[in-house]
Structure formats: structure tokens, C-alpha cells
């Protein structure tokens, strides 16, 4: 089934692995909210430890709460996917924080990130199969360049909707939002 008339709400926002997207968004989000921009979602900010990323939060990006997201180290009642250990609770608080954010009428709905996971119809591919058939409000999620292809695909997201942070400066990302959500 195409989703390829409610995929023109959705930007994918992509570099590489531990490549500063979720740094980008945070610089985006602040521009955007200066132009009187209603962001809502949410980050997963990592932390690190030699340069090597040991645990990372979800913050709600209307309200500023932040949670234990995940961890390399194994936590008591939450899952293992991979190398790290997840929270269940942060998975049903990110949606909420999603639904909160449509129910405020966020103009912009942030999530950070779409992954492996949500291919494997798991962590938040619920939620971003019903944002997904929503002409509005305007999406932005993050993906890995590695799985990029996939995103795209699986979400029928067109290519003219990539912001590649590689190639893209945050004042040129915010310039093309904009434009969207005057076109909206």
C-alpha cells in the first residue's frame, strides 16, 4: 500500500552513525521555534564514553523531561535489543509525548531516531505507522544513512525530502521546513 500522498509531510533528516543528527536537530529546533515554529517530539541525546556511546535519554521536546532511553549496560525490566538495553516505560512515554504534541498542534512533529528497530516492526513503528497517514502536521524523523534506502521505502518517503546533514547547513534545513509549512 502507498502511503505517497500523507509521505509529503515527512522529512528524513540523515548522516552517519554517531554523525551529530541529534546535535542538528537540537540547532534546528531552536531556529525554528525563534520564527514562532511549534516544535513537538522528541531527542534521544547520547551519552559517551570514550567516544563510544553508552547510554542515551529521550527528551520531550514541548516540555524539556527527560528519561532513560537506553544503556550498553544491562537494566533490570528492560529489553535487549543488540547492544543495548532498552526501557519499555520511555517507549510508551515517547508516544504519549507524540500524541500530546498533535493534540497541542504542533506544526512540526520531531522523532529521534527511526531505526533498525522500526524496520523490524518494533520500537516506534506503531506510531510512525499512524503519523504516517497524517497529511499533517509536518514530520521530521532521523535515520541512519546506512539504512536510509530502507526508511524511505518502507514509509514511501520521496528522495526531494532528504536533509542530508552532510550536505545541508541547519539554516538551509530550517529554510526548506519553512517553505513547507507556508505551502501547507
Request: with cysteine.
Amino acid at each position: 500500500m502507498s502511503n505517497a500522498g500523507q509521505a509529503q509531510s515527512i522529512f528524513l533528516l540523515t548522516g552517519a552513525v554517531q554523525g551529530g543528527k541529534t546535535t542538528f536537530l537540537g540547532s534546528l529546533i531552536e531556529r525554528l521555534t525563534d520564527e514562532r515554529t511549534k516544535v513537538g517530539g522528541f531527542l534521544c541525546p547520547g551519552t559517551f564514553d570514550s567516544g563510544i556511546r553508552s547510554a542515551f535519554s529521550l527528551k520531550n521536546i514541548l516540555t524539556g523531561v527527560e528519561l532513560p532511553m537506553g544503556s550498553a549496560r544491562e537494566s533490570l525490566d528492560w529489553f535487549k535489543y543488540r547492544r543495548f538495553w532498552f526501557n519499555p516505560e520511555a517507549f510508551k512515554e515517547g508516544e504519549e509525548w507524540i500524541r500530546e504534541s498533535l493534540r497541542q498542534e504542533a506544526q512540526i512533529i520531531i522523532v529521534d531516531e527511526v531505526g533498525p528497530m522500526e524496520l523490524e516492526g518494533a520500537g516506534w513503528s506503531e506510531i510512525l505507522d499512524d503519523l504516517v497517514k497524517m497529511p499533517l502536521p509536518l514530520q521530521l524523523w532521523s535515520v541512519r544513512e546506512n539504512i536510509l534506502q530502507e526508511v524511505m521505502q518502507r514509509w514511501d518517503v520521496p528522495p526531494e525530502h532528504l536533509i542530508r546533514i552532510d550536505t545541508m547547513n541547519v539554516d538551509q534545513a530550517a529554510t526548506l521546513i519553512s517553505s513547507k509549512l507556508k505551502n501547507n
